[in-house]
């Protein structure tokens, strides 16, 4: 027992040790590579028959512009997140399986990468087990992953301008060293601002800095807080006519009753009911956690209609079968859009 508990000993120090000495041998921190002028072109393949599994990603926009024949697929990365890194190794893989992806560029290196040290590991299962915990320690990211243990099926080139990436990484850390001490003084000057109000504001600004803060804050409403800066503005007969944005916030709320929930509610459900027909298995998958998502407000009303309105246009649904729909979409993504901005910057 204790003669294979040393062989195993052995065997995890090893790897360890490998896995630090790689990243120190072929993992620098800008993922220099070795430069290289020639990168291989993707062949054309319909952008509709893209899908990939709903529990690796989201597939949010597609677009058809351009007259050359070449895709390009952008997935949204966050970095040193293991989680997110090992979904990307899977979309990856997924790509490179059902579509022939096999050239794949990269942010924060450049040229061609060079995983041959890696290649040496032999034994697949130590190989995997190293480039996982690279890829925990937020030293390799999903896409290297993925080369790592499929050595032939991708090649990655990196797009970065080594000085101009080099520079920015040095003005961030210059700027990190500062952060406490910045953050500190804010708390201080917020705290000394809010002493100076007392004795400086009015009654009626401090109401209107309260309801303010009680907005931003979450405490009051979109409609409420609105109604407020509205009743302001007739009260003091304050011309709004030269803020546009201001002012189309409040046409925008007169509309509101213009627009038949009701009928909407129907119309959405019989989008949904076409689409369930026409996506494929995974889109369907992908709209039943969306819906989810919607009525359990992990995802914004703006866009989960663009969402369904986009898959509507896919599908060949006429923008005249859910015209209701159509206006609700925009109401709410205006309303949306206003919502995250500070209103008082708008009257």
């Known amino acids: 027992m204790f003669k294979k508990s040393n062989i195993l000993l052995k065997v995890v120090t090893n790897l360890l040790i490998s896995a630090f000495f790689l990243q120190s041998v072929i993992l620098p921190e800008e993922r220099q590579a070795y430069a290289s002028n020639n990168v291989a072109q ?21 677009y058809y512009e351009g007259t050359k024949k070449k895709t390009i697929i952008h997935i949204q990365d966050a970095h040193c997140d293991y989680g997110i890194q090992k979904n990307i190794s899977e979309i990856i893989k997924h790509l490179s399986e059902e579509y022939g992806i096999k050239e794949v560029c990269l942010e924060g290196g450049k040229g061609k990468y060079d995983f041959s040290s890696l290649y040496r590991i032999k ?16 030293l390799v990211n999903g896409v290297e992953n993925f080369a790592i243990n499929n050595q032939g099926k991708i090649n990655i080139f990196g797009i970065e301008d080594t000085a101009a990436y080099k520079n920015n990484l040095a003005s961030y850390r210059e700027f990190v060293k500062y952060k406490n001490g910045a953050e500190k003084f804010l708390e201080e000057a917020k705290i000394k601002i809010e002493r100076l109000k ?91 956690e ?35 729909l159509a206006r609700y979409y925009e109401y709410i993504k205006f309303y949306e859009g206003i919502k995250n901005k500070n209103l008082l910057n708008l009257a």
């Open 123 to 138: 034994f697949k299962g130590i190989r995997e087990r190293v480039a996982d915990f690279l890829m925990e320690e937020g």
């Open 42 to 62: 993707e062949s054309y393949f319909n952008v509709k028959n893209i899908d990939i599994p709903f529990s690796q990603g989201e597939l949010e926009y597609r």
């Open 198 to 288: 007392a004795g400086l504001y009015s009654e009626g600004l401090k109401k209107l800095d309260s309801e303010s803060n009680g907005y931003k804050e979450g405490r009051i409403a979109f409609d409420e807080y609105l109604r407020v800066l509205q009743k302001i503005v007739e009260k003091e007969k304050i011309d709004i006519s030269g803020n546009m944005e201001f002012g189309r916030v409040l046409e925008m709320s007169g509309k509101e009753k213009q627009i038949d929930f009701k009928k909407a509610e129907g119309e959405r459900k019989k989008l949904v009911e076409i689409l369930g027909e026409k996506l494929s298995r995974n889109e369907v998958k992908r709209m039943v």
């Open 290 to 324: 969306n819906i989810e998502k919607f009525s359990q407000e992990e995802m914004l009303g703006s866009k989960f209609y663009e969402y369904l309105l986009k898959m509507g246009e896919w599908c060949e649904v006429e923008s005249r079968e859910i015209p209701e």
